[in-house]
Antibody, heavy 115, light 112 residues
Framework: EVQLVESGGGLVQPGGSLRLSCAAS????????MSWVRQAPGKGLEWVSGLFDGGRTYYADSVKARFTISRDNSKNTLYLQMNSLRAEDTAIYYCARGIFGPDYWGQGTLVTVSS | DVVMTQSPLSLSVTLGQPASISCSSS???????????LNWFQQRPGQSPRRLIYKVSNRDSGVPDRFSGSGSGTDFTLKISRVEAEDVGVYYC?????????FGHGTEVEIK
């Protein structure tokens, strides 16, 4: 069974940093591209970043130069390093498998940016 | 960025009746590899999104056959042939052809 479990969310002050993790199981993690998608409270879905299995990365303009996506295939884990956080980054962050149309999603981890 | 426009924004449907959601993109979603990466997601209240349809018309495993997707180029449709109570939620289209990936604003489906 495919499982994606996010962690690392929490309350952080504006300008601060946070690293999200997504532990994957039930499939050969190294063979798949992965994505991060977020959802602000009461709002719709916003794609944040994608990472191909070969290493190419892509970012939404709203997070470019502030967020970094990476993976550790030996640990079956996807990461999102978030720096210079802003109030508008407050959202549930979902890890998802795939990059053309994610087929499995985690339960999400809440990031709140507030002083 | 490719803008995905969904309509309607909300839909109130009688149980057992059909429902239809439209999604149009500001650019063609035909990829250079020949595929059209248009997806539909369902998000039930309090849950994570779930993919229903990929590449316009392919139903994911476990998705009831009352859900169907159609369209081409820039215009796409999700149809529910007979709405059931468990179909309540928000439906999103998403394009996976261009960078950055983009979602529609969502269509909220409720039971009348």
């Amino acid at each position: 069974e495919v499982q994606l479990v996010e962690s690392g969310g929490g309350l952080v002050q504006p300008g601060g940093s946070l690293r999200l993790s997504c532990a994957a199981s039930g499939f050969t993690f190294s063979n798949y591209a992965m994505s991060w998608v977020r959802q602000a409270p009461g709002k719709g879905l916003e794609w944040v970043s994608g990472l191909f299995d070969g290493g190419r990365t892509y970012y939404a303009d709203s997070v470019k130069a502030r967020f970094t996506i990476s993976r550790d295939n030996s640990k079956n884990t996807l990461y999102l390093q978030m720096n210079s956080l802003r109030a508008e980054d407050t959202a549930i962050y979902y890890c998802a498998r795939g990059i053309f149309g994610p087929d499995y999603w985690g339960q999400g981890t809440l990031v709140t940016v507030s002083s | 960025d490719v803008v995905m426009t969904q309509s309607p924004l909300s839909l109130s449907v009688t149980l057992g009746q059909p429902a239809s959601i439209s999604c149009s993109s500001s650019q063609s979603l035909v990829h250079s590899d020949g595929n059209t990466y248009l997806n539909w997601f369902q998000q039930r209240p309090g849950q994570s999104p779930r993919r229903l349809i990929y590449k316009v018309s392919n139903r994911d495993s476990g998705v009831p056959d009352r859900f169907s997707g159609s369209g081409s180029g820039t215009d796409f449709t999700l149809k529910i042939s007979r709405v059931e109570a468990e179909d309540v939620g928000v439906y999103y289209c998403m394009q996976g052809t261009h960078w950055p990936r983009t979602f529609g604003h969502g269509t909220e489906v409720e039971i009348k």
